[in-house]
């Protein structure tokens, strides 16, 4: 049996998390044998990251230091393929008064022997909520798709930044948020439809109750408070679901203003 460590985490700037000295040390102690990045604001090479024992893939945002995710990798993939398919882009139409989502480097897709491992950075409502029909209408449908035509070659394991809080377990003042952006009953829907589509929130199989998070607000303190929101998640095909031996958060990384999430698979 061989496990394999995989880690998504949020950087919220590389650059940045490199100079706090903060993204080297974390993965030389955790050892991830897949670490997926999302919100690296950077394309390659802008960043100096010395990692040699990792292969790097970058899908970075058209627009400078925005978005864009990233994928380091102790084997290297199979294959890597960036953004959604172009059928599946141009059925959903994912270009808004914001600009077109697919040069935002929002997607990463590795293939490995087992299974395909993606790294998402869903694209946030606006605290006006005025990318919230977007996101509902076009992202969700178009991503939900995509991991159900992968599912059909292989087992998929797909992990970032969801940008919603799935259920009122999820954040820390539900009754609070009930329409604020990361908490709407559009986001909510769109996050339970991957649920009934059969993908597994692996970190629930193993914590039950609240008081987990993955993304603090910067002000007053909610850090330190645990006032926070699990918005970032590692899902994964039904199948691989007697493969999963582990599901963590890591609050104790810091750098950003969320902290890795793992998972432990073992085959």
């Known amino acids: 049996m061989a496990e394999v460590k995989l880690y998504s985490w949020n950087v919220n ?27 690296t604001k950077a394309k390659e090479g802008q960043a100096e990251i010395d990692l040699p024992e990792y292969t790097e893939y970058w899908n970075s945002a058209e627009r400078p230091g925005y978005s864009g995710t990233a994928i380091f990798s102790k084997q290297p993939a199979l294959n890597v393929v960036n953004g959604l398919p172009i059928d599946i882009a141009k059925k959903y139409e994912l270009t808004d008064g914001y600009g077109n989502a697919e040069t ?17 950075y869903t694209p946030n409502s606006k605290r006006d909520l005025s990318r919230l029909d977007f996101r509902h209408q076009h992202w969700d449908k178009a991503f939900l798709e995509y991991c159900k ?4 070659t292989k ?6 930044d969801f940008n919603a809080a799935h259920t009122e377990e999820d954040l820390a003042r539900p009754k609070d948020n009930v329409r604020n952006a990361g908490f709407t009953v559009e986001e909510r829907e769109g996050f339970q439809n991957l649920i009934d589509a059969g993908f ?25 408070r645990n006032v926070g929101w699990r918005i970032d998640y590692f899902l994964v095909s039904a199948s691989l679901k007697d493969k999963v031996k582990a599901a963590e958060i890591h609050p104790d990384v810091m750098g950003s203003d969320h902290c890795p999430v793992s998972l432990t698979l073992s085959f």
Not at 16 to 33: G, I, M, S, T, Y
Not at 149 to 152: I, V, Y
Not at 155 to 160: D, K
């Open 149 to 152: 035509e992968l599912e059909k």
């Open 13 to 39: 700037g590389i650059r940045a998390v490199l100079r706090k000295d903060e993204f080297v040390p974390f993965v030389k102690n955790h050892q991830p044998d897949i670490l997926c990045l999302q919100e």
């Open 155 to 160: 087992p998929v394991v797909f992990c970032g």
């Open 104 to 120: 935002e480097g929002r997607i990463t897709l590795a293939e490995y022997e087992k299974f395909y491992l993606m790294t998402v």
């Open 200 to 224: 597994v929130d692996t970190f629930r199989m193993f914590h039950e109750g609240n008081g987990f998070y993955t993304w603090w607000s910067n002000f007053g303190g909610a850090r330190s």
